[in-house]
T-cell receptor, first 115, second 110 residues
């Protein structure tokens, strides 16, 4: 158990809908990262927050947004969903704002299926 | 743009048959290379960090090595429980993100 909690584990929805994925980092970790994993693309970095502030942005679509709250949990909002958004969404946490340790603690992911 | 290529995509070994997994990278200013293990339905689990060419790290049957262009994950006398997908990632430049390869799916037959 990594200590990172993600909900929901599975989510099935329709095209055009909006969903929210939630992540609770390990106790004491200030950084939260969101990654998308699909069969053809592998793990793709979406966005990072550190202590409530956005620190880095990757290949995140404009239809997607995220935030980190004062209690350090984070939410990833996906809107106007398309079939291609079906994927595993992982949250990871680390105690630092930089990725130089590379030791990220990943949750078990939220599997999103868009029909 | 940072690029990470892992090969082969899949590898099937007999229990006890040692082998190596390759991770080639093209980055500007490598700050670290990382290996993760991912089991089906789970999130990646951190294995090793390598910072400079010539560095080696070991853990049980796994040994990771690093050169200026690639890293190898050597698996000695693997067991069925070593079956998993092994991911390589790099951290480069001023970014805080990790760039992952697509992974190598290892299957070890008893």
């Amino acid at each position: 158990d990594s200590g990172v909690t993600q909900t929901p584990k599975h989510l099935i929805t329709a095209t055009g809908q909006r969903v929210t994925l939630r992540c609770s980092p390990r106790s004491g970790d200030l950084s939260v990262y969101w990654y998308q994993q699909s069969l053809d693309q592998g793990l793709q970095f979406l966005i990072q927050y550190y202590n409530g502030e956005e620190r880095a942005k990757g290949n995140i679509l404009e239809r997607f947004s995220a935030q980190q709250f004062p209690d350090l949990h984070s939410e990833l909002n996906l809107s106007s969903l398309e079939l291609g958004d079906s994927a595993l969404y992982f949250c990871a946490s680390s105690p630092r704002h930089g990725g130089n340790t590379g030791e990220l603690f990943f949750g078990e992911g939220s599997r999103l299926t868009v029909l | 743009e940072d690029q990470v290529t892992q090969s082969p995509e899949a590898l099937r070994l007999q229990e006890g048959e040692s082998s190596s997994l390759n991770c080639s990278y093209t980055v500007s200013g490598l700050r670290g290379l990382f290996w993760y293990r991912q089991d089906p339905g789970k999130g990646p689990e951190f294995l090793f960090t390598l910072y400079s060419a010539g560095e080696e790290k070991e853990k049980e049957r796994l040994k990771a090595t690093l050169t200026k262009k690639e890293s190898f994950l050597h698996i000695t006398a693997p067991k069925p429980e070593d079956s998993a997908t092994y991911l390589c990632a790099v951290h480069a430049g001023a970014n805080s993100k990790l760039t992952f390869g697509k992974g190598i799916t290892l299957s070890v037959r008893p």
